[in-house]
């Protein structure tokens, strides 16, 4: 359905800025790059490569403890780290990554202490990351001169409360500290020249101290760069509109053409902050017009002045606090129409199918410690695995079991231990997260409902052929809070709503732990 946005308050950004419109917008979406270039497909495939250089290896090759050769569960640990890491480096630092990558595969062909057939297969890997970082730069490049071109030859300056650059000490506060603690660690405990195998203790800190506090210091380097080309000379514009949240988070602000006033294909998201003491947080979920200062391209700087939507309208200026990212397009909302009959909306096969992979794997990893180790197995390692079978035992129930039933009372939600009931008048809002949702019950001190870990990442949910159903869910929940006439009138059965799968799981995980703990 098509909705007015709201204007911009007069004077408040240049007028003969160039429209974005969907046609212009529709041509720079097609020159993003390909998925096999996204972060997550590269780290995988990092992932699984060194898994396999750690099976085919022979013994006593690496990640190998005192004496004859146990796994060295800390470095694997520790390890497993460096993935995560290192997705942070792939998404926002990809020209970095792609100067390292190359140094780690050399690096990697050139140690004589690495089995040649692993080596060859890890190095194979990071030059296909490294592949990906170089196509999303040259993907952007493209973008970035195609916005160039849709805004034509008119440069405008920054209004003036942009050229204040928000202060972000904390990142700032984390490299240091991080970057002294590495260099504490590296004097309390000194590395080899293979500072990953056979690292204990400090060294540890000292190898991470480095990785994390590099990239926080990169991180600021970058922002502040892209805030410098921003301020330094007039920067093309482009009249589109906004709306804070609506889209696959709540807490990112999204980017839509000037003509689309729908609002279901996202160009750009990205999460921001204010800028300047006298610009007001805007209104959740409400398109507005805006204008965009800065070429639009995923990694690049941007500026948006847009009007904060409240019953007195306000100026509101919102400076990116991370790279802006390419949006997926999204089906548009199902249409919902009145009904006498509950409606719910659950898990489907891929939630369901993934939660019992999860949980396959977590007793397979119990089964395996206790038929290798029988009885022996590191102290260290029955804890860890332990709390992480625990830990993980609330979303595995969630993903196998989540359902919400809307129903004329309310709504009804079975938690991992037990189903919660939100009546219609105590609604407050549904906001939506990276990975789940969170439906909000006002009052002081109220509790809602939070369903965690069943919605799939963006560009994902981009290839469904279907919306898939939690975002649909949400959809649902917030047209039926608008509009009381597409409540159900009729109460739902306590079969309908579901029952939750928390107590039996924790009672089969708990029962797994505490094998591990005594028979590990």
């Not at 296909?128 to 493209?142: F, K, Q, W």
């Not at 009904?339 to 939630?351: E, F, H, I, L, Y």
């Not at 029988?374 to 979303?395: C, D, E, S």
Request: hydrophobic content about 50%; proline content about 8%; overall charge positive.
């Amino acid at each position: 359905m098509a909705e007015k946005p709201v204007p911009l308050p007069p004077n408040a950004a240049p007028t003969d800025a160039a429209a974005w419109l969907s046609s212009d917008a529709e041509r720079w979406r097609a020159l993003r790059p390909g998925w096999w270039a996204h972060p997550f497909p590269t780290v995988l495939a990092l992932a699984l490569a060194c898994l396999a250089a750690l099976w085919l290896a022979p013994e006593n090759a690496y990640l190998c403890g005192d004496g004859h050769c146990t796994p060295d569960w800390l470095a694997t640990a520790m390890g497993t780290l460096v993935f995560a890491v290192l997705y942070r480096g792939i998404r926002l630092l990809p020209l970095a990554t792609a100067v390292a990558l190359p140094l780690i595969a050399v690096w990697v062909l050139l140690d004589p202490d690495s089995p040649t057939t692993p080596a060859i297969a890890v190095a194979v890997t990071a030059c296909y990351a490294c592949l990906g970082c170089l196509h999303r730069l040259a993907a952007a490049r493209r973008q970035r001169r195609l916005g160039l071109e849709t805004a034509g030859p008119a440069r405008y300056a920054l209004p003036e409360a942009a050229m204040t650059l928000p202060d972000d000490a904390g990142q700032l506060g984390c490299g240091i500290v991080t970057a002294v603690a590495a260099v504490v660690a590296f004097v309390i405990a000194p590395l080899g020249v293979t500072p990953l195998i056979g690292a204990q203790g400090w060294q540890w800190v000292a190898v991470f101290g480095t990785l994390i506090g590099c990239l926080s210091l990169a991180y600021q380097v970058r922002d502040r760069r892209r805030a410098a080309v921003l301020r330094r000379e007039p920067v093309p514009a482009l009249r589109v509109l906004v709306r804070e949240g609506g889209g696959h988070n709540d807490r990112r602000t999204y980017v839509f053409a000037a003509d689309d006033l729908e609002g279901n294909r996202p160009l750009l998201g990205c999460y921001t902050r204010l800028a300047g003491s006298e610009s007001r947080a805007p209104v959740h979920n409400r398109l507005r017009e805006a204008v965009l200062f800065g070429p639009p391209h995923p990694g690049g700087g941007l500026v948006l002045v847009s009007s904060d939507g409240q019953e007195a309208p306000g100026l509101c200026i919102e400076w990116d606090s991370e790279p802006a990212r390419q949006e997926y397009s999204v089906d548009r909302p199902e249409r919902l129409g009145p009904g006498a009959a509950p409606v719910s909306w659950g898990p489907g096969t891929g939630s369901r199918l993934c939660a019992v992979v999860v949980e396959a794997a977590l007793i397979a990893c119990v089964v395996a410690v206790l038929a290798v180790w029988g009885g022996a197995a590191p102290l260290q390692l029955r804890i860890v695995l332990a709390i992480f079978v625990l830990a993980n035992t609330p979303v595995i129930a969630t993903q196998f079991s989540w359902r919400v039933t809307a129903d004329s009372t309310g709504l009804w939600a079975p938690g991992w231990r037990q189903v919660r009931h939100v009546p219609w008048g105590e609604l407050d809002q549904v906001r939506l997260w990276e990975r789940g949702f969170n439906i909000l019950r006002s009052g002081e001190g109220a509790r809602g409902i939070e369903i965690y870990g069943v919605v799939a990442p963006a560009w994902l949910n981009g290839r469904f052929r279907r919306r898939p159903v939690a975002l649909r869910a949400v959809d649902g929940i917030r047209a039926m809070q608008a509009d009381a006439a597409l409540r159900p009138t009729e109460e739902s059965t306590m079969e309908s709503r579901g029952r939750p799968v928390g107590l039996p799981l924790l009672v089969i995980n708990a029962a797994s732990a505490l094998a591990l703990s005594v028979f590990g």
